[in-house]
């Protein structure tokens, strides 16, 4: 592995991080919630009255923020070393696993971690030692 350091753009990372810190901490605030977008989205189907018009302002964020960047700055060239069948299986085991740990990696790594949560600690070490192991398996024992 290497990193394209011409390519690096450690302004816009911290920018990035600061945005996501800072929605992450308005909606724990004045909502008292967290920022998990597996509860928001699981919420939307049995969420009481009243309840939605956070969750599908949120989500609706996660949409138009991308748009109004590739209106501001061209759509980033994006790589997938995948196939379809691999992308749909990795969306369906990340979804049930996210269920079945009680939390997604932003609800666990980001908000989780800046509370202290030690069960976020273990949820997100154990998000990182499967990438890290699926990766190892996959790239360089079976070599895919």
Do not use: K
């Not at 992308?87 to 696993?97: D, M, R, S, Y």
């Amino acid at each position: 592995m290497s990193i394209d350091w011409t390519a690096f753009t450690p302004w816009s990372a911290l920018a990035g991080g600061i945005l996501i810190g800072l929605s992450a901490s308005l909606l724990l605030l004045l909502h008292g919630r967290i920022a998990g977008i597996s509860g928001i989205v699981g919420g939307l189907l049995q969420a009481p009255d009243g309840d939605n018009r956070w969750r599908i302002a949120f989500l609706g964020g996660l949409i138009v923020a991308p748009l109004v960047w590739t209106l501001a700055a061209g759509a980033p060239t994006i790589q997938v070393d995948a196939g379809y069948p691999t992308l749909i299986l990795a969306g369906l085991l990340v979804g049930f696993f996210t269920r079945m740990g009680a939390g997604c990696t932003s609800g666990h790594g980001v908000c989780g971690l800046s509370r202290l949560s030690p069960r976020s600690l273990v949820a997100t070490l154990s998000f990182m030692a499967t990438g890290f192991a699926t990766v190892f398996v996959l790239r360089h024992l079976l070599g895919a």
